[in-house]
């Protein structure tokens, strides 16, 4: 069918499976910057929160939960239900093919072959265990299996079966081209027992089932019969299917189905359910967007030009620029006041690189035993103010043919992260780490003053590559400088999802090529001056200011990041000093520029030629470059000047916007709907809209590449024009591996994307780059996330930056301490849920936080349509950090896992987005034939139903319906028990109130209402106290009065603003008829304060219930009708919708009496409600 020769690595599981080993690299927290746009957008959702009239719900009635017996859950199949398989296909199966179907299927989620014919049995079998096949047979399959079923009695014949499988292989190929990848996936049962005998057509239950349903053997023919089998097994058949009677034949054939019947299960099979058939299985919505485009084309790059006097090896650049120009800057350094550290020139970097290469290879360990060989890898741990001393090593380390693997300096022995990057270092035989000597004399010591080994680290040998700590090598001795060949040049580590640390390899060709064609991309020249902000130890900074500057011999200015903390406009002021032509930075660079900006009259930026924009791939980095644009356009900006590039660890640069000449046409933007793009498809839509996601073009592919773009999930088949997919690259200039991981490597590096038809699309494989995407218009590239920050969450797609910069922007400079905010997702009930970790500011107060998190609920809800799991707030400074400072997420999330994150605020909502809960269990239906043919049908696995103990009459008290009788009968039998003590804040006891007190202070509530407020039975009063002994009393005294209360928070004094809408909301939509409260409240609700929130004209009659009257009310009111209400529960969601719930009096007295049961409650016991 439809197998291409990269089929044999999609295994067509879960999603997760799918993916394989895709991980999420820790982006560093500085690297978060405020979205101004995003940021109107969300103040504007929040707004339209606060406006609308809410939606009133209508209040629901609590209802018994005796669930009625159903029989549909155990109705044959038949042509009128679809059956299982309607709408229910494997999303991301689109291959599965005719191939994947003829061999049995086995347990890796194509349907197997035996799934084609539901037969009686089958059915049978299915309802006793509670298992679903999960076939993938749409409704006509099930109509012709079914039918053939009533043809042939309880079986099929193997002719007539043929047919079927033939028929369903046929169906199932052309459902599964007919559903796309977006659709909720639904999980398997794997069956791992051997594969069905078709010839046979015996019984394919598996092992697990732990029951065999009898069938004719013999291949069979048209007119066999098969009759049941019932559970007397007196009822044998003749020949010709006439029952007798016969002792003998029973006990044979008694044993003759032991033999057959598979091993019984392990005891645990009997009770431990399957969470996969217990789950609620949602549906696909047939309205969901799907992709209707054309099949995408692979997209070509411009040829690589080749240039004459380029040279064959980076190695051989530096040898020619430091021979014949040894005076010409390679490297100015600034310190933390901006000025000049230290200027390396082209002849110091050869000659210094050249005495590196020299000590590396004669002088670590012995003449006989040399500690170091070519092709060794060693580890380059040099600080972020030191691009000399990093660029003098690495360029040592490829001049000796050694592979250098630059990380991070370690701050602690315990940094987060260590173990992984240590298990790096490990894996690549590491024994060497070449650092500066301000650096090693920083790193932590032992006592003995020698430096400890790091968690997780291999013992290493520091070894500090400063020139005056090296030996001179001999007049004689030269580097061995050949051309670019495929030995590894260096390995550049990546972080995954989970934590793990990747070392990406990249050949010395790769690099090279890679160099050739960043140089055609930007139109560098030799001695261009170029401005570094970012870290040069990897990604853009390495290639553009390590490595590319020094094949063009270019003159890199380095802006250290502590000097950017210090003054985040002093890239800007270099740019202009030195008439730089380039500049490298991050979105985050532009924004702080922006906001420390104070309208200086002497930058111009009119030299600037290309502003790389290295993480312009990120979906957010859009509003920066417009904003800084805006500001600095009059200071000599070009617009065509911004240049966002798209990159990855493993496919190096994937695309770069080239410097525009004049006349020629502008960058193209795309305003996207995120619910579109939550489903993998492309959907423009207009600015005005909040849920919205607008993308700048990344500009065309590299030179010399080929891209294209595949389905996430599954078999690496070409995308449609309309959907999103993971962008793949084919060209030389990319890494070739994970170090020392052939299959990982195989999944990533290996890939044959292929055509609908399975056949792949070019001979040599692309490099999956982990960026999500499209290729647009005039073949301009659109990254809409990456993979790595991708969570499905109820079949859709949410990428973790989006919520991100959604939250950052409720508040975002007040709140969230200095935009330190982790999302990562949790799996719960086989689905992800969405969880939000923010630092929260020093001076936060508890009602900040919460006012916070609600309006990011709201927020997130609006925007994205998704709901959080959990939001948890935690001090500053508390999160786990990486070495440069940003949040260690995969930390974060063990921390979370483990219960040891120690937050100080949670807002939990599973009920908002775990919404595939396990099935309602049914009642089995009575017993008739079929049960006694199968035995076990009502003692089989699962529980039909659980029930709580019945609630008989157990005491006196239980005679009285209502609560108002009971309240009543207590004080009259136990006046003086005291019902309820009221503790103060130092734990002393404040207030207390005895059966016969609350009964009293309740009449005279309900005197106070008949005559104060002339309310009649069944008008409704909202109770506004805080939690205490008024609250009950006024409800009391409502029952007694034959009102309706309805119990609701005050408003919070320090925050009236937002609190006492809330109240107002309630009062309206519960159609109080009036107030009761205390006279604290009752001035805070005239106060000039609240009147500017709700107007007091607008409250109903307002009582404060301090002042009681001393008289009885004449007749205590006693409810005609059970059902009438008791009170109303009304509550806010965190999403900020209303619902109220009608509580009637039985309900009311049940609820009461199944906690005084199920609590065991009794007089003398003490409850502490808190």
Known sequence: GMEGPMSHRAPLGPPSAARFHRRRTSGTRDERYRSDVHTEAVQAVLARHVERKMAVPMPSKRRSLVVQTSMDAYTPPDTSSGSDGEGQGEGDEEVGGDGEEEDGGGGEGTPSSREGSITMEHWISQAIHGTS?????????????????????????????????????????????????????????????????????????????????????????????????????????TGDGVPVSSRVSAKIQQLVNTLKRPKRPPLREFFVDDF????????????????????????????????????????????????????????????????????LTYGKLWSRSVKVAYNLLHKLGTKQEPLVRPGDRVALVFPNNDPGAF????????????????????????????????????????????????????????????????????????????????????????????????????????TCKDGGVLGVTVTRIAMLT?????????????????????????????????????????????????????????????????????????????????????????????????????DGSNPWSISSCDAFLNVFQTKGLKPEVICPCASSTEALTVAIRRPLEEGSTHPSRGVLSMQGLSHG????????????????????????????VVKLEGVPQLCK???????????????????????????????????????????????????????????????????????????????????????LAVEPMKFVYRGRIAVFSITVLHDERIVVVAEQRPDSTEEDSFQWMSRVLQAIDSIHQVGVYCLALVPSNTLPKTPLGGIHLSETKQLFLEGALHPCNVLMCPHTCVTNLPKPRQKQPEIG???????????????????????????????????????????????????????????????????????????????????????????????????????????????????????????HPQNIATTLPTVKMIVEVSRSVCVMTTQIITKLLRSKEASAAVDVRMWPPVIDTDDLPKKKPPLLYKPSNPDTLAYLDFSVSTTGMLAGVKMSHTATSAFCRSIKLQCELYPSREVAIC
């Open 133 to 237: 096949s999960t076939t993938t047979t749409t409704s006509s399959t099930a109509s012709s299996s079914s039918s053939s079923t009533r043809s042939g009695g309880s079986g099929a014949a193997g002719g007539r079966l043929a047919d079927v499988l033939a028929q369903h292989v046929h169906i199932s190929s052309q459902h599964h081209l007919r559903h796309h990848h977006h659709h909720h996936h639904r999980h398997k049962t794997e069956n791992h027992s051997a594969p069905p005998d078709v010839t046979g057509y015996t019984n394919n239950t598996t092992a697990t089932d732990g029951i065999q349903v009898e069938r004719a053997p013999g291949p069979g023919t048209a007119t066999q019969k098969q009759t049941p089998k019932y559970g007397n097994a007196e009822l044998m058949e």
């Open 276 to 343: 996969e058939e217990l789950l609620e299985v949602q549906q696909p919505d047939p309205n969901l967007p799907k992709a209707e485009g054309a099949q995408v084309v692979a997209m070509r790059g411009e040829q690589l030009g080749v240039v004459t006097n380029w040279p064959p090896s980076l190695e051989a650049a530096l040898q020619r620029w430091g021979t014949i120009s040894p005076k010409a800057p390679c490297l100015t350094t600034m310190d933390t006041n901006g000025k000049p550290l230290y200027i």
């Open 391 to 494: 660029m003098t090593a690495f360029y040592g380390c490829l001049l000796a043919e050694v592979v250098p693997v630059p990380i991070e300096v370690p701050l602690t022995r315990k940094d987060a992260g260590s173990q992984q990057i240590g298990f790096l270092l490990g894996s690549c035989g590491v024994t060497v780490a070449l650092t500066s000597d301000a650096c090693h004399k920083g790193l932590p010591k032992s006592p003995t003053g020698e430096i400890p080994q790091f968690k997780g680290w291999p013992k290493v040998l520091w070894f500090v590559t400063e020139s005056k700590h090296l030996s001179k090598q001999p007049r004689d001795w030269f580097p061995n400088i050949r051309d670019a060949s495929q030995d590894t040049a260096y390995i550049e580590y990546k």
């Open 514 to 614: 890679h160099c050739q064609a960043l140089t055609q991309s930007c139109s560098y020249t030799e001695a261009e001056t170029i401005v570094n902000v970012l870290d040069f130890k990897k990604d853009v900074g390495l290639w553009h200011a390590i490595l590319t500057s020094v094949m063009n011999m270019m003159h890199v200015i380095s802006i250290p990041y502590a000097l950017m903390k210090v003054n985040p406009l002093s890239w800007i002021q270099k740019v202009c000093q030195y008439k730089a032509k380039v500049a490298c930075v991050k979105s985050r660079d532009m924004h702080w520029a922006l906001v420390a900006h104070r309208d200086q009259r002497d930058i111009s930026l009119n030299s600037l030629r290309m502003l790389v924009v290295a």
């Open 681 to 708: 498809v492309i959907r423009v839509d207009s600015e005005e809209k909040l849920s919205v996601l607008t993308l700048q073009d990344v500009g065309s592919v590299m030179p010399g590449g080929v891209m294209c």
């Open 721 to 807: 024009t309309d959907e999103i997919g993971e962008l793949c690259v084919c060209t030389v200039a990319t890494g070739t591996s994970y170090y020392g991981l052939a299959g990982m490597t195989k999944n990533t590096f290996e890939v044959f994307p292929v055509f609908n038809n399975g056949s792949p699309i070019s001979e040599f494989p692309f490099i999956r780059t982990g960026l999500l995407g499209f290729i647009g218009p005039a073949g301009l590239i659109f990254v809409a996330g990456k993979m790595d920050g991708l969570m499905m969450v109820g079949g859709r797609r949410h990428n973790a930056d989006d919520i991100v910069a959604t939250a």
């Open 929 to 1051: 034939p079929a049960s006694v043919m199968v035995g076990n049908l009502v003692s089989g696995k699962r529980i039909a139903q659980a029930s709580g103990r019945d609630l008989g009459q157990i005491e006196d008290n239980d005679q009285f319906l209502f609560l108002s009788e009971v309240l009543q009968w207590r004080a009259q039998s136990t006046p003086d028990h005291v019902l309820y003590t009221l503790l103060n804040s130092r734990g002393t006891v404040a207030s207390s109130l005895t059966c016969v007190q609350l009964h009293k202070r309740a009449e005279k509530i309900a005197a106070m209402l008949a005559e104060r407020g002339h309310l009649q039975d069944g008008d409704h009063v909202a109770l506004v106290y805080p939690p205490g002994i008024d609250l009950i009393a006024a409800f009391y005294g409502c029952l007694y009065a034959g009102c309706v209360p309805i119990t609701v928070r005050p408003p």
